[in-house]
């Protein structure tokens, strides 16, 4: 075990108490028990289980947990698979801010940071500062500041595809809404787009992304819909069903319904009669 605790006044913003590295034995654990301060455990390799409350969670390699002051904890390493990990812990006013930045918090405390070993690294150095002479303390604390900078960068990264995600599911359902509204119209894609106020390639391309259809098949496929209703009116023409769909020509219309359906709409008509 590599251990380091930390011999300085603390600041006001953020302290560090201790950190360290540890290869546990099979089984070994720690807790029931609580901390005064904040605990970061990071998992470099084997497996293990942490508890907090009624909640129990099955922890890797790349996974890690947060110990919150005055919560009662309890970790075991695993019998067969013991993890190996590095732990930090520290304080201050703004420590509470940066974890919930981050999205660590009592009722959220597992961390995951796997895309490279930048994590892992920074703890290594962090831990290696206890052969410093002289600007040890605070260069571990610079190293605190690292760790805690990538934690909130992957949260934001995650906040932000969400938050894309979202936006996309907004854009394409007021193309849907759009197209509901005015299939009976000449509508194209250029003016869905003008009028949602989007580049029409990228709306092309997230609408096709969500529905697996380019926005003018779903008009296509939209307005064939609504003339396979209009057909059961026996008093509508083709002509009539073809105006009242979109189409001003009856036989470009037809040609579609065709090409959708595989009849005409007059033996798509025939065939609904007699069924």
Known sequence: ???????????????????????????????????DYYLIHYITKGKGSFRVGEHLYELKRGQGFLICPDAVTFYQADKK????????????EKADQFLKEANLTQENPILSYTKDGFFEEQFEKMCNVKNVEKNGELMGLGYLYILLSALIECN???????????????YVKQVLDFICTNYASKITVTEIASVIGLNRSYLSSIFKETTQLSIQEY????????????????????????????????????????????????NYRKKKQKT
């Open 1 to 35: 075990m590599i251990q380091y605790i930390s011999k300085s006044l603390p600041t006001k913003d953020l302290y560090l108490n201790q950190f360290g590295f540890e290869q546990c034995s099979p089984g070994h654990y720690f807790g029931p028990a609580i901390r």
């Open 81 to 92: 698979d013991p993890w190996h990990y590095y732990w930090v812990g520290f304080n201050g």
């Open 156 to 170: 934001t990264k995650l906040d932000s595809l969400k938050t894309s995600g979202n936006k996309k599911k907004e």
């Open 219 to 266: 008009i296509v496929h939209y307005r064939i819909s609504k003339a396979k209703e209009l057909l059961d009116k026996k008093e509508l023409s083709i002509g009539d069903i073809s105006r009242s769909v979109g189409y001003t020509d009856p036989l470009l219309f037809s040609k579609i319904f065709k090409k959708v359906n595989g009849v005409s709409p007059l």
